[in-house]
């Protein structure tokens, strides 16, 4: 399982390889927002819960947006991604389109006013990080394989075909993996 040259950096996936067992990363899409020599932090893109952000973030206004599972790590933290730019100040963008944080309060009133849809910002409770080396490590070992985000990818897609979906894009090499059973014991 080849993936070019592709180096980790923020804006790039990690796609988990079809036979992870890891119950927190197994069929997992891993958009990076930060890869330093310090470590590497990211959010799982396809763990959506049936949770709503409204229900967990005490004097957030009603909303449809659901939070999604973003990693192991601070699982008691809440982060969100969007696509709204420098509308919120405090915003770091990490791809093309692609904005981590800002202004919360902000953020809230843009909610409850209805600016902004589903597919303007994604809530993440936890996120998955990497010590440094870690993620080379896995690299190394094929645990992941290397993608460029894009906007439609981390906003647009339906997150419970995201894996297929995003394997299917990369090639005829990788789109095969999306039809791989879980268990292929079981096939």
């Excluded at 009133?109 to 589903?118: A, F, G, L, P, R």
């Excluded at 095969?176 to 879980?182: G, L, S």
């Amino acid at each position: 399982m080849k993936n070019g040259n592709i180096k980790p950096s923020a804006g790039k996936l990690l796609i988990s390889e079809p036979f992870m067992m890891d119950s927190y990363f197994q069929r997992s899409v891993v958009l990076l927002t930060e890869h330093s020599n310090e470590g590497t932090i990211g959010f799982i893109l396809n763990k959506q819960t049936t949770v709503m952000v409204c229900d967990v973030l005490q004097g957030f206004p009603e909303t449809d947006i659901p939070l999604y599972f973003g990693g192991p790590v601070q699982t008691d933290t809440i982060h969100f991604l969007h696509t709204l730019g420098e509308t919120l100040e405090g915003s770091r963008e990490i791809q093309k389109g692609i904005y981590w944080g800002g202004d919360l309060e902000k953020l809230k009133v843009m909610i409850e006013k209805k600016m902004i849809t589903n597919n303007d910002v994604r809530f993440f409770a936890g996120y998955s990080g990497w010590d440094p080396e870690q993620l080379n490590q896995e690299l190394k070992h094929h645990t992941w394989l290397l993608y460029q985000c894009t906007k439609n990818i981390a906003f647009k897609e339906d997150p419970m075909n995201l894996w297929g979906k995003v394997l299917r894009t990369m090639g005829s090499e990788f789109a095969i993996m999306a039809n791989f059973p879980v268990d292929p014991s079981l096939n």
